[in-house]
């Protein structure tokens, strides 16, 4: 610990220095005991709600479970969950104890869960009934099996043959794990992200990461303890896990907990919880926007990808653009609530880090330019600690001066606020999703299908684009080759990746580099509509 700390400004390592996430949690269990922490809102069943003390008890009760078990500090524990109670407790048992919890995509599909789990080094695993056969073919390594009772409130059984243990017992086991020494260095979680690359990279956060990500959180939207969230983002990736989660406990508040974004259960939920702020992104938004509109209720702000008008005007609801990636943990550009910022713009830069958009020489942009972001911070406290078995991705990932590349586009209006502009990295954004056309591109080149092929975004009406793909057949191809390619994206990519769109073609555009020209592929394609 001592050579980074030794790198650390000390103000910044005052906001971490003897705080890790237990810590944390105790201190509000103190604090707020009987009060509300969580309110879990399942699509069947009844509410249920954990005061801060019987959360507290349950992660204490999972925590000893998964140590008589054998988990030691720095084992790894698979966590495929949908938003669910037990999501909850089991990642904050696993830092209880000092293992690093691995959330991955429920809709992962099994090339993408054995991936995960072997490169992640698992010792367990942690899931729900309709995810136990996947995650227990996928993982053979792993030394126990946790299944919970329902798939996050719909009642489910466990296919039969499969070795488990019951989420439920764990809870009644009555073993008390030993304390652990605060190490806010101590590696915490991992969550996996796309990238250029055709494999996902492993992003590893520290607990002093997390600490320091609760708090610029709470600044950037102003949170108190008064405050109620609604999650209905998923709870493995990073908007919900940093920006609702954890902030919500470092704020003192409650959580509203919903399985998953329904337009249709949104409202009820809403004004029967009283919830006062929500994160939010532009599918889930022009969903309720279509829908009827409650004339009461008592959302303050939506923290949203971009600052949104309409919201405002048909809601009185306050928004704010963010810009933010799993290896930052909270958001390096944000809106401002009480001094806005351009109509669909981001925001400006977080004083939690230092931004630099540059054009292609290397200088920072000006009014009215783009560039790239380039963003500076602090590994393992205000950035990432790594990316976990991959060193020759994260030392490619920032330059001599440690600013790390994100590879998206940022333009600056005249006013100085910022756009967001295209992702640089061949990407493309599915929803909530980030896909990297590459490992399409992959799956499909596997089949022998195919001699040459190039994923490229199409405009999509609600999910803003998903993935389309012009190939070349091979001398292997049928005649059915489309459908051929389509069932082998269904089968080893998760459903926001299977391309929408297959067009077959004699040759692909090249730019003078002989590179495939993916600007004139996507002009081909018409925006899908319905």
């Not at 709600?49 to 507290?56: D, H, I, L, N, P």
């Not at 209880?96 to 869960?113: E, L, P, Q």
């Not at 009555?174 to 996996?192: C, K, M, S, T, Y």
């Not at 040759?507 to 996507?522: D, G, H, M, Q």
């Amino acid at each position: 610990m001592g050579d980074l700390k030794d790198r650390i400004d000390a103000g910044k390592w005052a906001m971490v220095e003897g705080r890790d996430v237990p810590s944390v949690l105790a201190s509000r269990v103190a604090k707020y005991g009987s009060k509300p922490f969580i309110v879990w809102e399942p699509f069947e069943g009844q509410p249920k709600t954990y005061s801060y003390s019987e959360f507290g008890a349950a992660v204490e009760a999972a925590a000893g479970a998964l140590h008589s078990r054998g988990v030691q500090v720095g084992d790894r524990v698979l966590v495929h969950l949908d938003n669910s109670p037990e999501f909850l407790i089991s990642w904050f048992a696993c830092a209880r104890i000092g293992a690093v919890a691995v959330s991955t995509n429920t809709r992962s599909v099994a090339r993408d869960m054995e991936y995960f789990a072997d490169h992640a080094g698992v010792v367990g695993a942690i899931t729900s009934p309709g995810f136990a056969e996947l995650v227990s073919d996928s993982a053979p390594m792993i030394r126990f099996l946790i299944v919970t009772s329902t798939d996050a409130g719909a009642p489910s059984d466990v296919p039969a043959g499969i070795e488990y243990e019951k989420f439920d017992d764990l809870m009644t086991e009555g073993v008390r794990a030993p304390e652990r020494e605060i190490n806010p260095l101590a590696d915490l979680g991992i969550q996996f992200t796309s990238g250029t690359t055709s494999r996902p990279k492993a992003v590893l956060w520290t607990h002093a990461n997390v600490v320091w990500g609760m708090q610029m959180n709470c600044a950037h939207m102003r949170l108190t303890s008064a405050d109620i969230t609604q999650i209905f983002l998923p709870l493995f990736h990073t908007n919900a896990q940093s920006y609702s989660m954890l902030s919500t406990l470092w704020s003192g508040g409650t959580m509203v907990v919903q399985p998953r974004f329904s337009a249709s259960r949104f409202w009820d939920v809403a004004i029967r919880n009283k919830s006062t702020w929500a994160s939010t992104i532009p599918f889930c938004v022009k969903a309720l926007l279509s829908g009827d509109i409650p004339e009461q209720h008592h959302f303050r702000f939506w923290g949203c990808a971009v600052r949104m008008p309409e919201v405002e005007e048909r809601l009185g609801v306050t928004t704010f653009g963010w810009w933010g990636m799993t290896e930052t943990i909270t958001q390096g550009i944000v809106g401002d609530q009480d001094e806005p910022c351009a109509a669909y713009t981001i925001g400006r830069a977080s004083p939690a880090y230092e931004i630099n958009v540059r054009r292609p020489d290397g200088t920072h942009v000006g009014p009215g330019e783009s560039g790239e972001l380039f963003i500076r911070g602090i590994r393992g406290v205000s950035l990432f600690k790594e990316y976990a078995g991959n060193p020759e991705a994260t030392q490619d990932s920032f330059d001599e001066d440690g600013w790390f590349a994100t590879g998206d586009s940022i333009i600056m209006n005249d006013a100085g606020d910022l756009i967001f502009g295209d992702r640089l990295k061949d990407m493309l954004k599915v929803g909530a999703e980030n896909v990297a056309a590459s490992e399409i591109e992959a799956v499909i080149m596997a089949t022998g299908l195919v001699s040459e092929c190039a994923v490229v975004a199409q405009p999509h009406y609600m999910l803003d684009e998903v993935p389309a793909v012009f190939l070349i057949p091979s001398a292997a191809a049928s005649d059915d080759v489309a459908n051929a390619v389509i069932s082998a994206c269904q089968r080893d990519l998760a459903d926001f990746k299977v391309p929408r769109t297959v067009r077959v073609v004699d040759e692909l555009p090249r730019s003078t580099l002989e590179k495939i020209a993916k600007a004139e592929l996507r002009k081909l394609l018409e925006p899908i509509t319905e």
